[in-house]
């Protein structure tokens, strides 16, 4: 449908059965860590996906940076993150309970995660915050899950997850 040339998946670890399921010519799966550089050109991205993904590296910064340098002058970044903020964290802090954006908490210690293994808390703000520090601009922001159209009212108070698209700024 959308005609691409390449498609190229990464994630940390791939099983055998999904490298045996992929019959697509076009569609090319590998193994890279996104705490690291990623193994992709500078300026060679025209779609980048990356859904529930940065908060479980080791260093945000490191990986938005490397969005910046890979994505193409017309490219586009889809992210996908959890939120800290919706009124049930908040509601939990308030109690003294820790915040849960991935498995409930009795979960964790019985799957020895911590919070689904979740290294780092994000904000709408502080995804604004780190899209201009690496010079990316935000194209759109959409709250996830059921209710979207109650969640679009106040995303960051009613959503516990935000997909976003980035460009880069054109100076």
């Known amino acids: 449908i959308?005609?691409?040339?390449?498609?190229?998946?990464?994630?940390?670890a791939f099983s055998n059965e999904i490298l045996d399921?992929?019959?697509?010519?076009n569609v090319e799966l590998l193994e890279g860590n996104f705490s690291e550089d990623f193994p992709i050109e500078d300026?060679?991205?025209?779609?980048?996906?990356?859904?529930?993904v940065i908060e479980h590296l080791f260093d945000?910064?490191?990986?938005?940076?490397?969005?910046?340098?890979?994505?193409?002058?017309?490219?586009v970044a889809f992210i996908n993150l959890p939120l800290v903020t919706s009124f049930k964290n908040?509601?939990?802090?308030?109690?003294?309970?820790?915040?849960?954006?991935?498995?409930?908490?009795?979960?964790?210690?019985?799957?020895?995660?911590?919070d689904?293994?979740?290294?780092?808390?994000?904000?709408?703000?502080?995804?604004k915050k780190i899209c201009a520090k690496f010079n990316l601009e935000i194209i759109k922001i959409t709250p996830v899950g059921k209710f979207i159209f109650l969640k679009k009212i106040n995303p960051s108070l009613?959503?516990?997850?935000i997909s976003f698209c980035v460009r880069k700024k054109i100076n």
């Open 2 to 12: 959308y005609n691409f040339k390449k498609i190229i998946g990464y994630d940390i």
């Open 21 to 25: 399921q992929n019959t697509y010519k």
């Open 43 to 52: 300026n060679s991205v025209d779609c980048l996906v990356m859904m529930m």
């Open 60 to 75: 945000p910064f490191h990986s938005f940076s490397e969005i910046y340098r890979t994505l193409s002058n017309d490219g």
């Open 90 to 114: 908040r509601l939990r802090l308030l109690f003294g309970r820790l915040p849960e954006t991935s498995i409930e908490y009795e979960e964790w210690f019985a799957e020895k995660e911590w």
């Open 116 to 127: 689904g293994n979740h290294l780092h808390y994000f904000s709408i703000e502080s995804i």
């Open 158 to 161: 009613l959503s516990n997850e």
